[in-house]
């Protein structure tokens, strides 16, 4: 069922795609070709884990709220889907600073 | 029915249990009171009744004091032929009042009183728990 | 169409029936000592029972989940049943103050779980929301 948080990070994600498609367009030359591709990579497996666990963290929530479900495991899932989440945020903002700076640099 | 109607219901246990202790203290405290005149009635010990009703204001179910009633069990006889409340046979008529028992009533209502009490911090915490989202 | 966001609709159900079921246990309180009361109980809401509503009318759309709901269509109320045991008083109450404060007290724990549940996901979205602007 599409909830929010999962709309969230499929536009997370594809914001995401979107400033890596560019950043790397727009400074093809000097950057190592081999090393974006890797880069690439392990941003979208970042983001696949941080929709893992905020699914895991929804499921376990209502599991709690329906009467069943075990209080340490909806407070594990949580807290960890939070971290996940805080970290792909501090991710994406280095990125966006970065390409910022980059598309100051005079030509 | 919500958290407010929980207050409401809480608000008016307490007071019913307030009522049931005054009439228990007053029992106690009348015990050994006699009457004034020769062969005349003591105090007769005091009941108090509980119902569940409909209240018009709030349109809850509160519950309230049924009635007041007395104890019909017969006076206590004491042979004390000097007492000013003696009969002709010398006996004095004492309230049919057990210390013991209204006691134990009183913990009782005491007990209860604070169970309300206790539900009407729980409705308002919960309340209060709501509010704070707002900050 | 803007589906509803299922965890936060769970999450006003579950707040809706602790509330209903502190009002039903409060009555019982309150009725200890009522002649022939008996204390009743919400019977456990499940996925279905939170989320139940009444064939509603039009509701406007929320296109974002930070936008304010808007009042929810009438509900109704939750199931109540007898939760009285076998022993009963002379008077036929079988009202037990013990076991009524145990369930008022899980009914207050739950009720701290749902609000800080709430107030996690409402944080989550905002961290995500965050990342969306600039």
Excluded: C
Aim: avoid cysteine.
């Amino acid at each position: 069922m599409p909830t929010a948080t999962n709309a969230v990070s499929r536009a997370a994600l594809a914001a995401y795609e979107a400033a890596t498609r560019r950043a790397r367009e727009e400074t093809a030359a000097p950057a190592a070709p081999a090393a974006t591709p890797r880069f690439e990579a392990m941003l979208r497996q970042e983001l696949e884990a941080t929709r893992d666990a905020l699914r895991a963290s929804e499921s376990a929530s209502v599991e709690a709220l329906t009467g069943r479900g075990d209080l340490q495991q909806v407070v594990e899932a949580v807290t960890e889907a939070e971290l996940g989440l805080q970290k792909l945020v501090a991710v994406r903002d280095r990125m966006i600073s970065a390409y910022q700076e980059i598309m100051r640099m005079p030509i | 029915m919500d958290l407010e109607s929980a207050m409401t219901i809480a608000a008016a246990g307490m007071k019913a249990q307030s009522v049931r202790l005054r009439v228990t203290a007053e029992n106690l405290a009348n015990a050994e009171s006699t009457a004034s005149t020769p062969g005349g009635d003591p105090f007769q010990r005091k009941t108090v009744s509980f119902a569940n009703r409909r209240d018009a204001a709030t349109g809850l179910e509160l519950v309230t004091i049924d009635r007041y009633g007395v104890d019909r069990s017969p006076f206590e006889r004491r042979y004390e032929p000097g007492h000013p409340a003696a009969d002709a046979a010398g006996y004095v008529k004492y309230p049919n009042v057990n210390p013991l028992l209204e006691l134990a009533d009183m913990r009782e209502a005491q007990r209860s009183y604070e169970a309300n009490l206790n539900a009407l911090q729980l409705a308002r915490a919960m309340i209060g728990r709501t509010l704070d989202l707002l900050r | 169409m803007q589906p509803r966001v299922l965890l936060f609709e769970l999450m006003s159900g579950r707040s809706r029936w602790l509330a209903e079921r502190q009002a039903v246990l409060s009555r019982n309180v309150a009725n200890a000592d009522t002649p022939g009361f008996r204390p009743r109980d919400l019977e456990p809401a499940g996925f279905a029972d939170l989320l139940g509503r009444k064939a509603g009318g039009l509701e406007p759309v929320r296109t974002s989940p930070v936008h304010l709901a808007p009042a929810p269509p009438e509900r109704g109320a939750f199931r109540t049943v007898d939760a009285g045991g076998a022993e009963a008083s002379p008077s036929g109450n079988a009202v037990a103050l013990p076991e009524q404060m145990q369930k008022m007290a899980a009914t207050e724990l739950d009720h701290q779980l749902t609000t800080h549940l709430y107030r996690r996901y409402m944080a989550l979205l905002r961290t995500a929301l965050g990342a969306l602007q600039s």
